[in-house]
Nanobody
Framework: QVQVVESGGGLAQAGGSTRLSCVAS????????IEWYRQAPGKERELAAQ???????TYADSVKGRFTLSRDNARNTWYLQMNNLAPEDTAVYYC?????????????????WGQGTQVTVSS
């Protein structure tokens, strides 16, 4: 099993920056990808950014060039650096870990979600 906990965010000014952290625990070596989703009020949850085990990052068009993913292997922590923030970035941000591993009882695959962290950008 894998667990993830987000932190960071809070209130930021338009044009400012903030950084979110996602700390994983459990079977961390089984994580194939870390994704950051966000859900704005009244909208559906959307994928903002993703980084694979191999370090390949992809970004939604709406955040490309402003958000950057990184990882600290020693801390089992993934980061989402958010620059040049806009009010449209206001949302609850969720970290999700896609994992897969072999178990004596069978293969185990799943997605672990964090509890979410609020980012509010004021104009």
């Amino acid at each position: 099993q894998v667990q993830v906990v987000e932190s960071g965010g809070g209130l930021a000014q338009a044009g400012g920056s903030t950084r979110l952290s996602c700390v994983a625990s459990g079977s961390v070596s089984s994580i194939n990808a870390i994704e950051w989703y966000r859900q704005a009020p009244g909208k559906e949850r959307e994928l903002a950014a993703q980084i694979t085990r191999g370090g390949i990052s992809t970004y939604a068009d709406s955040v490309k060039g402003r958000f950057t993913l990184s990882r600290d292997n020693a801390r089992n922590t993934w980061y989402l650096q958010m620059n040049n923030l806009a009010p449209e970035d206001t949302a609850v941000y969720y970290c999700a870990a896609d994992y897969y591993y072999h178990d004596p009882a069978g293969d185990v695959a799943g997605r672990a979600w964090g509890q979410g962290t609020q980012v509010t950008v004021s104009s």
